[in-house]
């Protein structure tokens, strides 16, 4: 990610240690700098951070989305980068 690149999150189930499904984009961002920095989670644990400036949006269900966002061909996993119609189609149905 760079400096002026859109992140946008997806949530996949509502609890991190639960199994009640979200499925839904629920946030929308833009990286504001080029800065990576560790943050402290747990005592073994140190993710990489962005800073992020958030947008504001609304909650959208993934499954009407899937059959016309190109870059889903089977569960995926982390950060993937979007072509252009499926960042278009995303940040707009988010707004």
Do not use: W
Request: glycine share 4%; charged share 25%; net charge positive.
């Amino acid at each position: 990610m760079k400096k002026g690149d859109y992140v946008i999150y997806y949530s996949g189930k509502l609890t991190l240690k639960k199994s009640e499904k979200c499925q839904e984009f629920t946030a929308l961002g833009k990286v504001i700098d080029d800065e990576v920095y560790k943050l402290q989670a747990l005592e073994n644990f140190s993710p990489s951070r962005r800073n992020i400036a958030f947008e504001p949006c609304r909650d959208i269900p993934i499954l009407p989305l899937i059959a016309h966002l190109e870059f889903i061909s089977n569960k995926k996993f982390g950060v993937i980068r979007l072509d252009s119609v499926s960042l278009k189609l995303t940040i707009t149905t988010l707004n």
